[in-house]
């Protein structure tokens, strides 16, 4: 009983990446205050997208993958988001990691009735370079190209607290 018991605390802390853990700052990859590391990706209509293409936007650079509860929970959220920051220098920039790639994601979206601005690194050199440690994980860059915010973990990004730290960044 005692290694069961072990072996399942184990587990938890290996799958702590995707969990349903509010947010947090982590001190491993890309710091806050430091200049983020270039973002070469391609959108699902197979269109590149560089993260020097938007300089003097603000981005919200999200890590996120189908098959995670933390993930899918936040979705409404940054729909919402999206959605009232369209028309203000903002982009949001959503990274599968989903091993499917495309299929996997159109596949979600269709049966879920989703949808994010997404895009598909598949080397998966993007999240090595910000040292993604799970999923959800999401940068904030200031219009500067300078990482303002590193979360861990999900977030109702449609909170007034979070529009309110945004919108400081847009000015």
């Given amino acids: ?10 587990l938890m ?15 491993a990859g890309v710091r806050e205050k430091s200049p983020a590391p270039e973002v070469n990706v391609i959108s699902m209509d197979n269109q590149q997208l560089t993260l020097a293409s ?8 999200n890590f ?14 940054m729909m919402k988001l999206n959605s009232f ?6 982009q949001m920039v959503c990274i599968s990691v989903d ?17 994010l601005p997404t895009y598909f690194d598949p ?3 993007v999240a090595r370079n910000f040292g993604v440690t799970g999923v959800p994980e999401t940068f904030v860059i200031d219009r500067q190209g300078v990482v303002a915010k590193r979360v861990i973990g999900g977030l109702d990004w449609s909170s007034p607290e979070v529009i ?4 400081g960044l847009m000015k």
């Fill in 1 to 10: 009983m005692k290694r069961l018991v072990l072996l399942i605390c184990c």
């Fill in 13 to 27: 802390m290996i799958v702590s990446g995707c969990s349903k853990e509010k947010s947090s700052v982590s001190s």
């Fill in 54 to 61: 938007l300089k003097g936007k603000v981005v919200l650079l």
């Fill in 64 to 77: 996120w993958a189908t098959w995670c509860p933390p993930c899918r929970e936040e979705i409404p959220s």
């Fill in 85 to 90: 920051m369209a028309g203000k220098p903002f």
């Fill in 99 to 115: 091993e499917g790639g495309k299929k996997a994601v159109e596949e979600f979206f269709r049966n879920s009735g989703f949808m």
């Fill in 123 to 125: 080397s998966g050199q």
């Fill in 164 to 167: 309110a730290f945004l919108e």
